[in-house]
Structure formats: structure tokens, C-alpha cells
């Protein structure tokens, strides 16, 4: 779990969170998501930087654990993208439908819209991961 090519997948996978969330829900995302917003307020003007920071580092460290149990050693660009695609899925969508039906976060094309962009999201992520496993899988 604590190996070299998990703590540099953690590394590139919590930069690509950071960095590929504020591209893909802060520049492109809420243009597309601010119509859908059924709660105004919602969002705060400005994140709390260092809790994204850690977050993005929790996120990017399960992601890349989990990977490299899931891959069993067959490191690809397929694999990664077909584990980014899942993930997204599961938190995208399944959490995304969950939270639509208990909430007023947002209407169900928000929903939808935004579950795309966590597909898309973990999709690149995965493919970041399996590029680090292919090259450093050293377990």
C-alpha cells in the first residue's frame, strides 16, 4: 500500500484532482451546473484551500490503492480509463441519484450533467494512474 508507485500515483492523481476539478467544474462545470442549483448559497465564493489540498491527497491515495488492487498487475491505458469510468460512475451518478433524491443540491439534469464530469474527472485520473503503474509498478 505504501509502496514508490503508490505514493507517486497518489501524488499525480491528487494533482490532476486539484487542478483537473478547478478545470472541470470551476471553469467549464459551472457555467453548464449554475441554471441547475435547486439551494442558491450553495457553493462558496472561495474554497478553503487547504482542505481541498488534503482532500484531493485522500482522494488521490484511495483511488491509486484501490487501482492497483483492482489492475492485478496489468497496468494499461484501457485499464486505467475502464477503473476511472467505473469510479465515476459510482460516485457520479450513484451517489449523484442518491443525493438528487434526499436533497435539494440540484435538478436532475444538474445531476446528470455533473455525473458526466465525474466520469470524465476519474476517467483521466485513471488513465494518469495506470500510466504510473506501467512505468514504475514496482510491488
Not at 476539478?21 to 478553503?48: N, Y
Not at 492485478?72 to 480509463?81: C, D, E, L, P
Not at 476517467?123 to 512505468?135: E, Q
Request: glycine letters at 14%; one cysteine or more.
Amino acid at each position: 500500500m505504501f509502496t514508490k508507485t503508490n505514493l507517486i500515483s497518489t501524488i499525480i492523481t491528487a494533482i490532476w484532482g486539484f487542478l483537473g476539478g478547478w478545470l472541470l467544474w470551476g471553469i467549464i462545470g459551472d457555467p453548464m451546473l449554475a441554471d441547475h442549483a435547486v439551494t442558491s448559497g450553495l457553493m462558496k465564493e472561495m474554497p478553503d484551500m487547504a482542505m481541498l489540498a488534503i482532500g484531493c491527497l485522500v482522494v488521490g491515495f484511495a483511488f491509486s490503492s484501490i487501482y492497483s488492487k483492482w489492475a492485478r498487475g496489468t497496468h494499461g491505458f484501457s485499464r486505467g480509463i475502464q477503473f476511472g469510468i467505473w469510479i465515476g460512475v459510482l460516485i457520479g451518478l450513484g451517489s449523484g441519484l442518491i443525493d438528487h433524491s434526499t436533497s435539494n443540491l440540484l435538478d436532475l439534469s444538474g445531476t446528470i450533467t455533473n455525473a458526466i464530469i465525474y466520469i470524465v474527472h476519474f476517467a483521466i485520473m485513471g488513465v494518469l494512474a495506470s500510466l504510473v503503474y506501467g512505468k514504475f509498478a514496482i510491488e
